[in-house]
């Protein structure tokens, strides 16, 4: 694991100090990706050390955005730290807790800062992935949930492509979510607007993912309503 790794110097814009944050080197070996695009790795979870933190002021962001924060959230974190004294060291390699502790620690400044909806939600959906590794599925959910909360509010606020995907992409991912945190119903609304799209034609696996999950949806739903008593209507039944 130790060779996938590596140390680069960086200055934390917050308290303008040098810092030192490990780094995953980008050859790494693909097993499987999940049906809300996580990826599985053989030898090193990159997820791990996606959030950077500095070990001086305690301020923490994913590496794409550590040293891009502006000069208006600098001065919010200065003012929350003030007075406070932090000792933080997440260098070298990391456990999944030391990773979630990060992403926890990412999530608090994001909101602090009031970024965008979804950087937000990106984060908590890796939060949830490390949630599932660790298979604490009841944290899982309350991670995934949030991702497709603030996914479909930046739909409604951003503009495309958001957190790198397209509309299309972001509409299957936040059904794919409300799917896998039992909102069957819910997410069947997103997988129709992905299939009946005429771009999705030219997405052949984006639609085969769109098209598997539409049908896994509709059978948790339609087994819910006759668990609950519910009849299920012959058209319900032929969508």
């Not at 030192?20 to 499987?32: F, Y």
């Not at 599925?137 to 790198?164: N, T, Y």
């Not at 896998?180 to 009946?196: C, M």
């Amino acid at each position: 694991m130790a060779d996938a790794l590596y140390e680069a110097e960086r200055i934390c814009k917050v308290c303008e100090e040098k810092i030192h944050v490990t780094k995953v080197r980008s050859r790494l070996i693909t097993e499987k990706q999940d049906s809300d695009f996580c990826m599985h790795y053989r030898d090193v979870n990159p997820y791990y050390y996606s959030v950077w933190v500095c070990p001086n002021c305690g301020y923490a962001a994913q590496e794409a955005e550590f040293g891009e924060i502006s000069s208006t959230a600098v001065e919010l974190v200065k003012k929350f730290l003030a007075g406070r004294e932090v000792s933080v060291d997440f260098s070298g390699i990391r456990t999944r807790e030391q990773a979630i502790a990060t992403y926890k620690l990412a999530i608090f400044f994001a909101g602090l800062t009031k970024q965008q909806n979804s950087k937000l939600a990106g984060l908590y959906l890796r939060l949830g992935w490390l949630y599932r590794e660790g298979e604490q599925e009841e944290e899982e959910q309350l991670a995934l949930a949030k991702a497709a909360e603030l996914f479909d509010a930046a739909m409604a606020k951003e503009r495309f492509p958001i957190g790198g995907m397209s509309e299309l992409n972001l509409l299957y991912l936040v059904g794919e979510l409300l799917r896998r945190t039992g909102k069957a119903e819910q997410s069947l609304l997103y997988f129709n607007k992905v299939v009946s799209n005429p771009q999705a034609k030219f997405e052949k696996r984006l639609m085969d993912m769109a098209r598997d999950a539409w049908h896994a949806a509709r059978e948790e739903r339609d087994r819910l309503k006759r668990l609950a008593g519910e009849e299920v209507s012959e058209e319900q039944l032929g969508e």
